[in-house]
């Protein structure tokens, strides 16, 4: 039954959080928490009743391992790629610390066969994680191509660059994820990362949205966890007893929201 699931919708409203599972689990399995003092001690406790009731699997958060980025290359792509990202005013480097897991990732992404990244976020119409990774990628001469939806189409000003898309996406849509999905049908989609609205219902309503992505090969990395989250996405993890969660949390080196949860499937052993 787990396998079917499809979209966890998760919001906070008046003070008061609820979450519905849609499609596959309707109306009757919601649930709505009334009269908790703390949001966050209904959404953890939320979550643990759905898992209580629909998961009798087990998965766990687990450390994400800094030592694989220790290398001398991946320390100089790193240097490149924070570098691009201050240039074009991205967030990703000098507020938080993110250019070395996604330099290291495109050098092992990138070989004979074409891949692309898919970033959920542009930021602005000035699209300077786009314009970052596109130079790091050119110079590179990586084979990869870059692929940007954003929510607000004033964002999706065409670069003219080449190996670039930009289209619409709503992290909230299932139509919308669907339309994406059947867009990108030609490409290999190894990288996505979620830059877009931070919240658990976008987090998670994407993510389920896009795991045919995953279950494919894609890694997934969801950026900015508010570091009280981390509990509820402990929680989450049982849901998906196929995949590999981990928890990259950088709040010691960086700001509250520099966590990043890393996910993808169980063949894949580098990352």
């Given amino acids: 039954m787990i396998a079917k699931l499809r979209t966890i919708f998760l919001t906070i409203k008046q003070g008061h959080f609820w979450y519905g599972v849609l499609n596959n689990f309707p109306p009757l399995t919601s649930i709505y928490l009334r009269n908790m003092k703390d949001a966050k001690d209904a959404q953890l406790q939320s979550i643990k009743a759905f898992v209580k009731i629909f998961s009798k699997e087990s998965n766990e958060l687990i450390p994400f391992s800094e030592a694989i980025l220790s290398e001398s290359l991946t320390q100089e792509l790193s240097m490149e790629l924070k570098n691009l990202l201050d240039k074009y005013g991205s967030d990703k480097a000098n507020h938080h610390t ?35 990774f596109h ?12 692929i940007g939806v954003d929510i607000n189409q004033e964002y999706l000003i065409d670069p003219q660059q080449s190996r670039v898309l930009l289209m619409r996406f709503d992290q909230l849509d299932r139509n919308s994820a669907l339309q994406l999905i059947a867009n990108l049908s030609g490409h290999k989609v190894a990288l996505i990362i979620d830059d877009g609205l931070h919240t658990a219902e976008a987090n998670i309503s994407a993510f389920n949205n896009l795991i045919s992505f995953v279950n494919k090969g894609a890694i997934y990395i969801i950026e900015d966890i508010n570091r009280n989250q981390i509990p509820f996405w402990t929680e989450v993890t049982k849901i998906y007893p196929n995949l590999v969660f981990k928890l990259r949390n950088m709040t010691d080196i960086g700001p509250y929201d520099n966590v990043q949860i890393i996910i993808h499937n169980r063949e894949i052993s580098w990352v």
């Fill in 135 to 146: 130079e790091f990628i050119h110079h590179n001469h990586l084979n990869i191509d870059y």
């Fill in 98 to 132: 993110y250019q070395d897991i996604y330099a290291f990732i495109c050098h092992k992404i990138s070989g004979t066969t074409p891949v692309s990244i898919l970033e959920i976020g542009l930021g602005s119409s000035k699209q300077p994680s786009m314009n970052a």
